[in-house]
C-alpha cells in the first residue's frame, strides 16, 4: 500500500500560481505511476495531469496543459503539480493518487490522498 497526503493549497488571485505537494509513504513510490484530480462541488471527478513511473512520460488534460506541469522526485516520493495562471474555474479539491500505469480515469486509482483546497478569486 501507499500513502498520499497533498499539501499546497489556498486561495489565490486569478493569474497566479501555486505549486501543489503530494508525499508519499509506505511501498516504494517510483513503483506508481501518479496521477492528479480535481473536484468542484457538484461536479465529477476530473483528471487533471498524471505521471508515469520514471517521470518520462507526463500527460494532461487539454484544458490544463500549458498552464500546468506535473512533476515527480522520486528520491523524495513525492509529485508536484504547479498551476500558473490560475482562472477562477481551476477552484476545486485537488487529489494526488497512484496506480501502476498513468490513467484518466479516476475509477481505476487504487490508493487516493485526502485532498487539497484550492480557492481562485477573480
Known amino acids: 500500500q501507499v500513502q498520499l497526503v497533498e499539501s499546497g493549497g489556498g486561495l489565490v488571485q486569478a493569474g497566479g500560481s501555486l505549486r501543489l505537494s503530494c508525499a508519499a509513504s509506505g511501498r516504494t513510490f517510483s513503483s506508481y505511476a501518479m496521477g492528479w484530480f480535481r473536484q468542484a462541488p457538484g461536479k465529477e471527478r476530473q483528471f487533471v495531469a498524471g505521471?508515469?513511473?520514471?517521470?518520462?512520460?507526463?500527460y494532461y488534460s487539454d484544458s490544463m496543459k500549458g498552464r500546468f506541469t506535473i512533476s515527480r522526485d522520486n528520491a523524495k516520493n513525492t509529485v508536484y503539480l504547479q498551476m500558473n495562471n490560475l482562472k477562477p474555474e481551476d477552484a476545486a479539491v485537488y487529489y494526488c493518487a497512484a496506480r501502476l500505469l498513468v490513467s484518466q480515469y479516476a475509477s481505476q486509482y487504487s490508493y487516493w490522498g485526502q485532498g487539497t483546497q484550492v480557492t481562485v478569486s477573480s
Open positions: 505521471i508515469s513511473r520514471s517521470g518520462v512520460g507526463t
